[in-house]
Structures are given as C-alpha cells and as structure tokens.
C-alpha cells in the first residue's frame, strides 16, 4: 500500500512503478523523463523502502525517492512536492 500525505492510501501492483501506481490513481504527479535522470519527480519518502532496478543519474537526499524508476518493496508513505 501506499500512503500519501494530503491524499488517500492506494494500492500498488509490483510490476509498475511508484509512479505508474500513483498515475493509475489519478492523482497528478509532476514529472519529465520517467529513467531517473532529471529528478522532476523527486519526492520525501517519510516511511517505508523502495528499490531501483537500475541506479538513477538525478541527485536526490537520503530521504527522497525518484517514483518514475522505484518500485516500493514495503508498505510507503510519501509527501508528494
């Protein structure tokens, strides 16, 4: 499951993105390129672990997580920015 703050709890398929999910909820996130290089999407991961299938290039802080490559591997909790 995914908690997002100011918004409802979704549910999460494991062979999609934290964005695909996000997205196939309707609820807006910003974004660019969907690989992890540009970090339009960056966003605070306040609990819970995700996982990249490859390293993203776009600099992001000990607390945040790029959704368009991540995929959750526990229950999460986001702020969306």
């Known amino acids: 499951m995914i908690e997002i703050k ?4 979704v549910c999460h398929k494991s062979d999609k993105t934290l964005l695909e999910s996000i997205e196939a909820n309707k609820i807006e996130v910003h974004y660019h390129c969907r690989e992890g290089y540009c ?8 609990e819970g672990e995700v996982e990249y299938k490859s390293d993203p290039l776009a600099f992001i802080d000990d607390n945040e997580i790029l959704p368009c490559c991540c995929f959750p591997t526990t229950d999460i909790k986001i702020e969306l920015g």
């Open 6 to 9: 100011d918004h409802n709890t």
């Open 39 to 46: 970090g339009a999407c960056r966003t605070t991961l306040l």
